[in-house]
């Protein structure tokens, strides 16, 4: 979605105030910190863009008389008189799609910089850049369940098989071909695969 909304959620669009904490939270746990994604004099226009959006939504608040994080067009004239904004809602809005845009690119570098970073699944199985990657290659060989769990995995995550897994995958099955029975194990495990 696009921060550029005529009635923008403050909280929780895109570009708002849960963008910015979350990407600052997933860099902290997943990267160690914002370096490398932010330079310190962008951090700094972040952390004011942060502090101008949590400005717009006290003053929101306060032209509400209650909890409000839908920045629509009829409150749009109040809050820029609440905020000082003498050109009007057009000036408020322009700065904040100006903030907006800055925090959103924030949360595309930091999630696409995790994307790319391996997720350890089960021992041997990891996911990455939206896709299930078998890195053990005799796992499959040892724990014939393995097989179920890699669907299992792609279904629960959302993710696809990769080319390699796939290959893996097919090898296996050829290796199979001659003791084609499957363990109580397996078949518990495709079952509870199924809806």
Request: with cysteine.
């Amino acid at each position: 979605s696009s921060p550029f909304r005529v009635e923008p959620n403050i909280k929780e669009g895109a570009g708002a105030l849960r963008d910015f904490q979350t990407s600052r939270w997933l860099a902290q746990v997943a990267l160690g910190s914002l370096k490398g994604i932010a330079s310190e004099r962008e951090m700094n226009l972040l952390d004011g863009a942060a502090e101008f959006l949590a400005r717009v939504r006290a003053a929101l608040h306060a032209v509400c008389g209650r909890g409000n994080d839908i920045l629509s067009v009829d409150r749009q004239e109040a809050v820029a008189e609440a905020l000082g904004f003498s050109q009007g809602p057009q000036a408020l809005m322009a700065e904040y799609y100006a903030h907006a845009e800055r925090i959103a690119a924030l949360y595309h570098r930091v999630s696409d910089a995790c994307m790319e970073m391996p997720l350890q699944v089960e021992p041997g199985i990891v996911a990455q850049r939206g896709k299930v990657d078998i890195r053990d290659h005799d796992l499959l060989l040892r724990d014939s369940e393995a097989v179920v769990r890699v669907f299992g995995h792609c279904v629960e995550l959302g993710l696809e098989l990769s080319g390699k897994t796939t290959a893996i995958l097919q090898s296996y099955i050829g290796v199979r071909k001659a003791k084609p029975t499957a363990g109580r194990g397996v078949l518990r495990a495709f079952a509870e695969l199924l809806p």
